[in-house]
C-alpha cells in the first residue's frame, strides 16, 4: 500500500471550529441564567417548576370550567354537585340555542370586517407616524412625541362622547365607517413602532440615500421588511383588542345588521333569568376565532419578542 493510499484526515475547518466555540459559550451562557434564575440546587429547580404548573393551573382553570359550562345543559349548569361531569352528560342544546335566537355568521362578519380595517389602518399609521418620529427631524417632534405619549394615559372611555359627537358632526352614525375609524386611534402602536425603529441600525438608511432613495422608500422597502415580526405581532394585538371591544360599536351604532358578534350575543337573552350555558357558549363562540388567529401567527409575537434589542435582525 502504498501513501496515496492512505486515508487523509483533514483538519476541521476554522469556520466550523469558530462555531462549534460560539455554540458552547451560548449554551454556558444559557446555564449560568438557568443557575442563576433558578438555582444551582435540584430542590431549587422543582420547586421552580411545581411553581410553574400551579400557576398554569391556576389560569386554565377557568377557561376549562368555561368550556365544560358551555357543553351542559342549563340544569347540569347550575348544578354545583356535578360541576365536572354532568349528570345528563355533554350536549350542544347550548351552543343551537345560542345559534338560532342570535345571528351569528352575521355577527362573526361584521367583526371579521371591522377588526381587519382596524387592524390594517391602525398598523399603517401608526408605522408611518414611528417612522416620522424615529427617523425625521422636524419643528415640534419632541412636542408632538410627548402628546402622543401622554395620550397612552387616557382611557378609551374618556373618549367616548367626543367620539359620538364627531361622529354625528360628520353624519356617519350607524355606519361602518363610525365602528372603525375611533378605534384606529392607537398612540401606544406608534410608541412600540416608534422604538422598534430606533433600533434598526442607521446605516441601511445612509446606504439607501446614498442610492438615492427618499423617505417613502426607506421607509416601505428598507425598514417595513426589517418589522415584519414586529408588525405581526401588532396586528395580533390590534385585531383582538379589535374584535372584543364592546363599547364604542354598542354605542356607535343602533342597526342590528352592523352588530359585532360580543354585541350581539349580549342581545341573546332569556326570560328565565341567567342562563349560564348559553353564556359560556356565546362566550367560547366569541373566542374560538382569536384562538385561530394566535395559533397561526404565535411564532411572529414570540419572534418580535426575542429580537428585541438586536437591531431587528
Known amino acids: 500500500m502504498t501513501s496515496t493510499d492512505l ?14 466555540r460560539e455554540s458552547r459559550s451560548r449554551q454556558q451562557a444559557r446555564r449560568s441564567r438557568t443557575n442563576l434564575t433558578l438555582g444551582d440546587g435540584v430542590l431549587a429547580r422543582l420547586l421552580a417548576s411545581a411553581a410553574l404548573v400551579v400557576m398554569a393551573v391556576i389560569w386554565l382553570l377557568p377557561m376549562t370550567w368555561a368550556l365544560l359550562t358551555a357543553f351542559k345543559s342549563e340544569a347540569d349548569a347550575s348544578d354545583p354537585a356535578h360541576w365536572f361531569w354532568p349528570r345528563h352528560g355533554f350536549t350542544f342544546h347550548g351552543f343551537s340555542t345560542v345559534w338560532q335566537r342570535g345571528d351569528l355568521p352575521l355577527w362573526m362578519l361584521n367583526s371579521l370586517l371591522i377588526s381587519a380595517a382596524v387592524t390594517v389602518i391602525t398598523v399603517l399609521v401608526s408605522a408611518m407616524a414611528g417612522y416620522a418620529f424615529s427617523r425625521t427631524r ?6 408632538l412625541f410627548a ?14 362622547v367626543p367620539w359620538f359627537r364627531q361622529m354625528l358632526t360628520l353624519h356617519l352614525v350607524d355606519t361602518y365607517a363610525a365602528v372603525i375609524l375611533p378605534q384606529t386611534v392607537a398612540p401606544v402602536m406608534v410608541f412600540i413602532l416608534k422604538k422598534h425603529f430606533d433600533s434598526l441600525p442607521h446605516e ?17 422597502s ?6 415584519r415580526p414586529m408588525l405581526a405581532a401588532v396586528s395580533i394585538f390590534v385585531f383582538i383588542g379589535a374584535w372584543n371591544n364592546f ?10 345588521a352592523l352588530m359585532t358578534l360580543p354585541v350581539g350575543i349580549t342581545s341573546v337573552k332569556d326570560a328565565y333569568g341567567i342562563q349560564y350555558a348559553q353564556a359560556m357558549a356565546s362566550a367560547v363562540l366569541a373566542a374560538l376565532p382569536l384562538v385561530v388567529v394566535f ?3 404565535q411564532r411572529h409575537i414570540v419572534k418580535s419578542v426575542a429580537t428585541t434589542g438586536l437591531g431587528g435582525q
Open 295 to 297: 395559533m397561526f401567527f
Open 204 to 220: 441601511l438608511e445612509e446606504a439607501a440615500r446614498i442610492d438615492g432613495a427618499g423617505h417613502w422608500r426607506i421607509f416601505w
Open 138 to 143: 422636524f419643528t415640534g417632534r419632541r412636542a
Open 222 to 227: 428598507v425598514l417595513l421588511p426589517l418589522s
Open 147 to 160: 402628546v402622543t405619549v401622554a395620550a397612552v394615559l387616557v382611557p378609551p372611555q374618556l373618549m367616548i
Open 247 to 256: 363599547l364604542w360599536p354598542f354605542v356607535s351604532t343602533s342597526d342590528p
Open 7 to 20: 486515508p487523509v484526515r483533514t483538519a476541521p475547518s476554522r469556520q466550523t471550529a469558530v462555531g462549534v
